[in-house]
Nanobody, 126 residues
Protein backbone atom coordinates (compact mmCIF):
# COMPACT_ATOMS: atom_id res chain seq x y z
CA UNK A 1 0.00 0.00 0.00
CA UNK A 2 1.53 3.26 -1.13
CA UNK A 3 1.16 6.11 1.31
CA UNK A 4 1.34 9.76 0.45
CA UNK A 5 1.44 12.52 3.04
CA UNK A 6 1.43 16.29 2.76
CA UNK A 7 2.63 18.82 5.30
CA UNK A 8 3.44 22.48 5.59
CA UNK A 9 0.08 24.13 5.22
CA UNK A 10 -1.05 27.01 7.37
CA UNK A 11 -2.45 30.50 7.63
CA UNK A 12 -0.47 33.21 5.86
CA UNK A 13 -0.95 36.77 4.67
CA UNK A 14 -1.31 38.01 1.13
CA UNK A 15 2.09 38.12 -0.54
CA UNK A 16 3.67 35.60 1.81
CA UNK A 17 5.42 32.41 0.82
CA UNK A 18 4.86 28.85 1.94
CA UNK A 19 6.46 25.52 1.14
CA UNK A 20 4.47 22.33 1.13
CA UNK A 21 6.07 18.93 1.39
CA UNK A 22 4.90 15.62 0.04
CA UNK A 23 6.47 12.36 1.14
CA UNK A 24 5.75 8.92 -0.20
CA UNK A 25 6.28 5.43 1.12
CA UNK A 26 7.58 4.44 -2.31
CA UNK A 27 10.65 6.00 -3.87
CA UNK A 28 9.49 9.03 -5.81
CA UNK A 29 11.46 8.05 -8.88
CA UNK A 30 9.20 5.02 -9.03
CA UNK A 31 6.36 7.31 -10.00
CA UNK A 32 6.17 8.61 -13.52
CA UNK A 33 4.47 11.74 -12.27
CA UNK A 34 3.94 13.50 -8.97
CA UNK A 35 1.52 16.39 -8.87
CA UNK A 36 -0.13 18.91 -6.64
CA UNK A 37 -3.84 19.61 -6.80
CA UNK A 38 -5.99 21.91 -4.72
CA UNK A 39 -9.62 22.15 -3.82
CA UNK A 40 -11.37 25.23 -2.52
CA UNK A 41 -14.73 24.99 -0.70
CA UNK A 42 -17.54 24.36 -3.15
CA UNK A 43 -15.20 23.90 -6.09
CA UNK A 44 -13.82 20.96 -8.00
CA UNK A 45 -10.33 19.68 -7.43
CA UNK A 46 -7.95 21.72 -9.56
CA UNK A 47 -4.59 20.82 -11.08
CA UNK A 48 -1.72 23.00 -9.88
CA UNK A 49 1.57 21.52 -11.04
CA UNK A 50 3.17 18.19 -11.93
CA UNK A 51 6.70 16.93 -12.25
CA UNK A 52 7.59 14.01 -14.46
CA UNK A 53 10.31 11.54 -13.66
CA UNK A 54 13.83 11.83 -14.92
CA UNK A 55 13.73 15.33 -16.27
CA UNK A 56 10.59 14.68 -18.20
CA UNK A 57 9.42 18.15 -17.54
CA UNK A 58 7.20 20.21 -15.30
CA UNK A 59 3.68 21.35 -16.08
CA UNK A 60 2.04 24.30 -14.38
CA UNK A 61 -1.47 25.62 -14.41
CA UNK A 62 -1.67 29.15 -15.76
CA UNK A 63 -2.94 30.48 -12.44
CA UNK A 64 0.27 29.63 -10.59
CA UNK A 65 2.91 29.46 -13.31
CA UNK A 66 4.86 32.55 -12.30
CA UNK A 67 4.48 32.10 -8.55
CA UNK A 68 4.74 28.42 -7.68
CA UNK A 69 7.53 25.94 -8.28
CA UNK A 70 7.87 22.21 -7.76
CA UNK A 71 10.96 20.21 -6.95
CA UNK A 72 11.89 16.64 -6.11
CA UNK A 73 14.32 15.15 -3.64
CA UNK A 74 14.42 11.51 -4.61
CA UNK A 75 16.82 10.69 -1.78
CA UNK A 76 14.14 11.73 0.70
CA UNK A 77 11.18 10.43 -1.32
CA UNK A 78 9.86 13.95 -1.26
CA UNK A 79 8.33 16.51 -3.57
CA UNK A 80 8.00 20.13 -2.60
CA UNK A 81 5.69 22.92 -3.67
CA UNK A 82 7.13 26.37 -3.19
CA UNK A 83 4.38 28.97 -3.24
CA UNK A 84 5.28 32.64 -3.49
CA UNK A 85 3.22 35.82 -3.71
CA UNK A 86 0.21 34.05 -2.28
CA UNK A 87 -3.24 35.40 -3.00
CA UNK A 88 -6.60 34.86 -1.27
CA UNK A 89 -7.70 32.77 -4.24
CA UNK A 90 -4.92 30.31 -3.45
CA UNK A 91 -6.83 29.32 -0.32
CA UNK A 92 -7.63 25.63 -0.59
CA UNK A 93 -6.78 22.18 0.61
CA UNK A 94 -3.66 21.12 -1.26
CA UNK A 95 -3.24 17.49 -2.23
CA UNK A 96 -0.22 15.58 -3.41
CA UNK A 97 -0.90 12.84 -5.95
CA UNK A 98 1.23 10.30 -7.79
CA UNK A 99 0.82 7.90 -10.64
CA UNK A 100 2.66 5.34 -12.69
CA UNK A 101 2.21 5.61 -16.44
CA UNK A 102 4.13 5.28 -19.69
CA UNK A 103 2.50 8.37 -21.06
CA UNK A 104 4.80 11.28 -21.86
CA UNK A 105 1.92 13.75 -21.73
CA UNK A 106 1.58 15.78 -18.58
CA UNK A 107 -1.58 14.63 -16.88
CA UNK A 108 -3.83 17.20 -15.26
CA UNK A 109 -6.93 15.11 -14.58
CA UNK A 110 -7.32 13.98 -10.96
CA UNK A 111 -8.85 10.66 -12.04
CA UNK A 112 -5.57 9.65 -13.67
CA UNK A 113 -3.73 9.65 -10.36
CA UNK A 114 -3.85 6.52 -8.23
CA UNK A 115 -2.17 7.66 -5.04
CA UNK A 116 -3.33 10.57 -2.92
CA UNK A 117 -2.53 12.18 0.38
CA UNK A 118 -5.06 13.49 2.87
CA UNK A 119 -4.38 17.11 2.02
CA UNK A 120 -3.08 20.13 3.89
CA UNK A 121 -4.98 23.37 4.36
CA UNK A 122 -3.56 26.61 3.03
CA UNK A 123 -5.37 29.79 3.98
CA UNK A 124 -4.31 33.15 2.62
CA UNK A 125 -5.73 36.05 4.57
CA UNK A 126 -6.12 39.56 3.24
Amino acid sequence: QVQVAESGGGLVQVGDSLRLSCTTSRRTYGFSEVAWFRQAPGKEREFVVATKRGGGGICYSDSVKDRFSISRDNAKNAVYLQMNSLKPEDTAVYYCAARVSRSVVCQTAPDEYSYWGQGTQVTVSS
